[in-house]
């Protein structure tokens, strides 16, 4: 409320909304898509900085509760339910380009595809940055689709079987016997972790809604927030003022 009294005050509403209103706004499945595309329109004034970028996922923990059997021990238990965030970023000023959200149990390799290809409409990618959860040919084939390098570490059981992929073969071989060559360009990933890290220390790792749509809708916010908070330190940083 403190924050809307003073956006009244400096004339940016009119009439000072319920306290509640905010969280009413949320539950609103038609702005789900709208929040997608803001967060990406939001990062676009630094597509002319961003080449490389790196990928993950974090959870984010809700206020509900799922019941399961512990067939083990014959008794009920709680957990907290979690709602995944599917992030790519800039690895130069952890901008996030594309972010898709899922179930906790979520896998991660899949969501690669869509992060990647919504980032290359905008944005130039030289190198791709990720961990062993995403190594897989077809992810290889993907990245390298693009014209970028994939920058993916291999799982101790991956043998260099091309199994018709040469690409496979090229950067195993490639993994393996220029490791620190490899692990230069690799180490861009961490990136990733600062921006997760910026966007829970800033705006909170937990979600206050109690809806499923409120809490997409709330997480979204708070990537498109982070987003705002990068490219006004950028515009002080570099010097530029964005015009997209």
């Known amino acids: ?35 997608y595309e803001m967060a990406i329109r939001s990062s676009l004034p630094l597509k002319a900085i961003e080449t490389d970028f790196a990928v993950d996922s974090s959870g984010f923990s809700t206020c509900r509760f799922k019941r399961w059997y512990n067939f083990k021990y014959g008794k009920e238990s ?41 980032t290359a409409i905008n944005f130039k990618i030289n190198e791709v940055s990720a961990d062993k959860a995403y190594s897989s040919r077809e992810n290889l084939y993907l990245v390298e689709g693009i014209g970028a390098v994939p920058y993916i ?30 692990l230069e360009h690799y180490h ?33 916010a708070k990537v498109l927030c982070h987003n705002i908070c990068v490219v006004i330190q950028e515009m002080h940083e570099l010097g530029f003022m964005p015009n997209s």
């Not at 709680?78 to 965030?85: G, L, N, Q």
């Not at 705006?203 to 809490?215: I, Y």
């Open 1 to 35: 409320m403190g924050d809307l009294r003073i956006a009244r005050e400096k004339g940016y509403i009119d009439k000072l909304p319920c306290f509640a209103s905010v969280g009413h706004f949320l539950q609103g499945e038609e702005i789900t898509q709208t929040l």
């Open 78 to 118: 709680d957990f907290r339910v979690w709602i995944k965030a599917h992030l790519i970023c800039g690895v130069k000023t952890n901008i996030v380009t594309s972010v898709r959200l899922s179930e906790a149990t979520g896998g991660d390799s899949p969501y690669l595809k869509t992060l990647v290809e919504e």
């Open 153 to 182: 570490p291999f799982k101790s059981s991956a043998k260099p079987r091309a199994g018709g992929s040469l690409l496979w073969k090229k950067m195993w071989h490639y993994y393996n016997l220029r490791r620190e060559e490899f």
């Open 188 to 220: 861009k990933r961490s990136n990733i972790e600062s921006t997760v890290y910026m966007i829970k220390s800033k705006f909170g790792g937990s979600l206050r809604s109690k809806t499923k749509t409120a809490q997409v809708n709330e997480l979204l």
